[in-house]
């Protein structure tokens, strides 16, 4: 259920068994930190935009420089945003 391009974000899991809508929070977060522009548009067309806002809001595994990035193209306040709040 995962294309072949994006196989290598998921090196700790089985692909071939992995269902991306089952663990929806683990597969954002990984295309968010290391996806390329391929991985980006297959996560836009995989889940919702709401679902990728949420992670983003909720997420704080995701690096500062990744959080920074993913709230100037969303739009987001950086203190709306868990990797950059003033607790992580």
Request: hydrophobic share 45%; proline share 3%.
């Amino acid at each position: 259920m995962v294309s072949s391009h994006l196989h290598t974000l998921f090196w700790d899991v089985d692909v071939s068994a992995f269902d991306p809508s089952k663990f929806p929070d683990y597969t954002i977060l990984r295309v968010l930190e290391l996806g390329d522009q391929d991985a980006v548009r297959w996560l836009r067309t995989t889940f919702a935009e709401q679902e990728i806002l949420r992670v983003l809001r909720t997420e704080r595994r995701l690096s500062r420089k990744s959080a920074n990035f993913w709230a100037l193209v969303y739009g987001i306040p950086a203190d709306a945003v868990a990797a950059l709040s003033q607790n992580s």
